[in-house]
């Protein structure tokens, strides 16, 4: 499979707790995104990088977040003291350098914080 | 910030008939995509669009960029059970980021 992948699909969690996604983009992409879905409504950006490079952040993503992507290829999302309103459908997108709003998605990271 | 405002939010008609959406921003934007979500999925891409005025076709689907960039619209033509699903519409301003408008569920009956 030479899709986006993320990992893990459903994470439950309690508040206060840390939490870490994995993505792994479409090998020959050099841009990776990150979004925020939650029910009723649509994906809403949180960062993206090029290459190793984190290029822009939301004011969604609090300093309670963290993204990387050390060696341009997998990103990690991390999100410290996790609370109630963290619960959401967390997606990872990938595109060429020459980005033409073409973004391939994963499958979602769901995270419920109880 | 910049918002997309999708129409209609919820569709729920015959197998055959033709389905049309819409969505309007207060901003301009280079780039309208539409895309398609399907439960437990990430969103796939159906068309992009990057010129004001064009048209363009995917099978039964049909969009197209508002000539002010600032609205797009998505036609399917003779609707099937596996068109169901949340259609979402995307704008790019400046080959960033996209932002995305809530969403138009559609329903098909068979």
């Known amino acids: 499979d030479t899709g986006v992948s993320q990992d893990p699909r459903h994470k439950i969690t309690k508040r206060g707790q840390n939490v870490t996604f994995r993505c792994d983009p479409i090998?020959?992409?050099?841009?990776l995104y990150w979004y925020r879905q939650t029910l009723g409504q649509g994906p809403e950006f949180l960062t993206y990088f090029q290459n190793e490079a984190q290029l822009e952040k939301s004011r969604l993503l609090s300093d309670r977040f963290s993204a990387e992507r050390p060696k341009g290829s997998f990103s990690t999302l991390e999100i410290q003291r996790t609370e109630q309103g963290d619960s959401a459908m967390y997606l990872c997108?990938?595109?060429?350098?020459?980005?033409?709003?073409?973004?391939?998605f994963g499958e979602g990271s769901r995270l419920t914080v109880l | 910030g910049q918002q997309l405002n999708q129409s209609p939010q919820s569709m729920f008609i015959q197998e055959g008939e033709d389905v049309s959406m819409n969505c309007t921003s207060s901003?301009?934007?280079?780039?309208w995509l539409w895309y398609k979500q399907e439960p437990g999925e990430g969103p796939v891409l159906l068309i992009a669009l990057y010129k004001a005025g064009e048209l363009t076709s995917n099978g039964r689907l049909t969009a197209q960029f508002g000539i002010t960039r600032k609205d797009s619209f998505l036609n399917i033509s003779a609707s099937i059970p596996s068109d169901v699903g949340i259609y979402f519409c995307?704008?790019?301003?400046?080959?960033?980021?996209?932002?995305f408008g809530a969403g138009t569920i559609l329903r098909v009956k068979s």
């Open positions: 901003s301009i934007f280079n780039t």
């Open positions: 090998s020959e992409h050099n841009r």
């Open positions: 997108a990938s595109s060429r350098d020459w980005n033409t709003g073409e973004l391939f």
């Open positions: 995307a704008g790019q301003l400046n080959g960033n980021k996209l932002v």
